[in-house]
C-alpha cells in the first residue's frame, strides 16, 4: 500500500486566497483524521471523520476552515480566506478498526507545509 | 532515507515500575525530536528537544536527546495504570527549506495493575 497520500506537499499563497489540501487514506481504514502542526502549539487534531462522517470537529479554529470528505478515499481540508496566522504544516492520518472498536495506531501522511504571505 | 526507529514496540509492566522507550533517527538536517502520547484520539504534545544532554521532565515522564549518538529516551517512572498509550516519537527535520516531520512506528505500553 502507498500509505497515507497528501497533497499539495508545500503550499505558498497570498493572505485572502483560497487553500484546498488533499487527503487520501489508506484503502480500507475507517477513520480520518486532519491535523495542523505548529512550533508552538505541536499537533493539534482539528477534525476526524468516520467512514465519511464527520464525528468531532471541535478543533476546528474558526469557521475559515472546512473540511469534507466526499467518499472513503478521498478529504479535503479547505481555509477560505487564508491568514499568515495559518501558516502550518497539516496531516491527514487514518486508521482503522477491529471488532467495532478504532485502533489506537494512526499512518501518518507526510504532510502539506502551509505558507501564507 | 529518513527514518525514526522506536524500540520496543510493545512494553507489558506492573504499576509502579520504571520504563524507558528508545528512538533512533537518521534524518539531514535535524531540526527536533519530539515525543507524544497516542491515545484513543489525538496524540497528546509530551516534549520537544532540541539540545544534546538537557533533560526535560514532566512530572513522572522525562526525556533527554544525544545529538551525537542520534537517539532520545523516555522514561516514565512509578507507572500508573493511566501511562498506557502508544508513545510515538517524531524527528522535525528541514529539507529543502521545508519542515519535514518523520514519526517512528510507535511504542505501546501496557501497565497492569
Known amino acids: 500500500d502507498a500509505g497515507v497520500i497528501q497533497s499539495p506537499r508545500h503550499e505558498v499563497t497570498e493572505m485572502g486566497q483560497e487553500v484546498t489540501l488533499r487527503c487520501k487514506p489508506i484503502?480500507?481504514?475507517?477513520?480520518l483524521f486532519w491535523y495542523r502542526q505548529t512550533m508552538m502549539r505541536g499537533l493539534e487534531l482539528l477534525i476526524y471523520?468516520?467512514?465519511?462522517?464527520?464525528?468531532?470537529d471541535s478543533g476546528m479554529p474558526e469557521d475559515r476552515f472546512s473540511a469534507k470528505m466526499p467518499n472513503a478515499s478521498f478529504s479535503t481540508l479547505k481555509i477560505q480566506p487564508s491568514e499568515p496566522r495559518d501558516s502550518a504544516v497539516y496531516f491527514c492520518?487514518?486508521?482503522?478498526?477491529?471488532?467495532?472498536?478504532?485502533?489506537?495506531?494512526?499512518?501518518f501522511g507526510p504532510g502539506t507545509r502551509l505558507t501564507v504571505l | 532515507e529518513d527514518k525514526v526507529v522506536q524500540s520496543p514496540l510493545s512494553l507489558v509492566v506492573h504499576e509502579g515500575d520504571t520504563v524507558t522507550l528508545n528512538c533512533s533517527y537518521e534524518v539531514t538536517n535535524f531540526r527536533s525530536l519530539l515525543w507524544y502520547k497516542q491515545e484513543k484520539k489525538a496524540p497528546t504534545f509530551l516534549f520537544m528537544l532540541t539540545s544534546s544532554g538537557i533533560e526535560k521532565k514532566s512530572g513522572r515522564l522525562s526525556s533527554i536527546l544525544d545529538k551525537k549518538e542520534l537517539f532520545s529516551i523516555l522514561n516514565i517512572t512509578a507507572t500508573q495504570t493511566g501511562d498506557s498509550a502508544i508513545y510515538l516519537c517524531?524527528?522535525?527535520?528541514?529539507?529543502?527549506?521545508?519542515?519535514?516531520?518523520?514519526f517512528g512506528q510507535g511504542t505501546r505500553l501496557t501497565i497492569n495493575p
Open positions: 484503502s480500507g481504514h475507517d477513520y
Open positions: 471523520f468516520n467512514n465519511n462522517v464527520p464525528i468531532d
Open positions: 517524531a524527528v522535525e527535520a528541514e529539507i529543502q527549506g521545508a519542515q519535514k516531520l518523520v
Open positions: 492520518a487514518s486508521s482503522f478498526v477491529i471488532a467495532g472498536v478504532l485502533t489506537d495506531t494512526q499512518y
